[in-house]
């Protein structure tokens, strides 16, 4: 029997645990997973007691109070918190989602927060999207066309617009990506539910004059068919967006295309 072990550094140890000060009856335990590569220990959980009657709704204004009022060195990404930029993306009660908009009034028990799967951990909850944001880059997310630049707008129809609706609202945030087994496996060539997603976005752009070379570009076997349709990237997206049918639209245009 093949036994497989975790390097020593990467076991997750029980950190500091934090009372509350402020003697309130409406207690929360909150469970948040703490790294720092500059004392190059492993990483651990910490846990916070929480008084939730001075406490906003959101898993972000738990964690905006936790480190203003409790521990100030935890870290953690966070800009709009509106559900817009996709900065605050992390793992909450063992699902991927925004903090900005999940309720931690829905979690029930022990609020546990950990950064989302599969990425290299920088520090505490932020992960390195570095890998995500090259695969982003390399299906070329913008509009290419020979057409001259003029003063007006460069219009398509109501229904050609109408086809991107589902795809241009996705904010990169990686819930998807990382929900995907898939892309925990073969990352580094597999583009992935969030790239492909948008990549669909251009090629059905009635505008763009480059679909025959984008389609080209994502016809691999790894970087477009390591897709299992296993769908953990649309119960993910905190957008209601669905990657896997854009990926299978791919697919389908792929089997009709000369290519």
């Not at 500091?16 to 207690?27: C, E, F, L, Q």
């Not at 469970?31 to 007691?49: H, L, M």
């Not at 950990?114 to 070329?140: F, M």
Request: with cysteine.
């Amino acid at each position: 029997m093949v036994q497989i072990n975790l390097p020593k550094k990467s076991e997750i140890k029980k950190g500091h645990y934090y009372k509350d000060k402020t003697g309130s009856k409406n207690i929360r335990k909150v469970n948040i997973y703490r790294w720092d590569p500059a004392t190059g220990g492993n990483p651990r959980i910490d846990t916070y007691e929480v008084d939730m009657d001075n406490c906003p709704s959101k898993v972000l204004d738990l964690l905006n109070k936790i480190k203003n009022e409790i521990d100030p060195s935890i870290a953690y990404r966070r800009s709009c918190a509106h559900g817009v930029c996709g900065s605050c993306a992390m793992n909450m009660d063992g699902k991927n989602g925004l903090a900005c908009t999940k309720p931690h009034s829905e979690i029930k028990g022990d609020i546990n927060i950990y950064p989302l799967p599969h990425l290299k951990v920088l520090k505490d909850l932020i992960g390195d999207l570095s890998t995500l944001y090259k695969q982003y880059e390399s299906v070329q997310p913008w509009l290419k066309t020979t057409k001259k630049i003029s003063d007006t707008e460069h219009l398509q129809s109501k229904n050609d617009r109408s086809k991107l609706d589902g795809l241009y609202e996705c904010i990169m945030c990686a819930c998807c990506s990382t929900s995907c087994p898939s892309y925990w496996w073969n990352g580094d060539k597999y583009l992935g539910p969030a790239v492909l997603l948008q990549a669909y976005r251009w090629i059905i752009d009635s505008r763009d004059e480059e679909r025959q070379a984008r389609l080209k570009k994502v016809a691999d076997e790894l970087k477009l068919y390591r897709c299992h349709t296993i769908l953990n990237c649309t119960s993910a997206c905190p957008k209601g967006l669905n990657p896997a049918k854009a990926i299978a639209e791919i697919k389908k245009m792929l089997a009709t295309a000369n290519i």
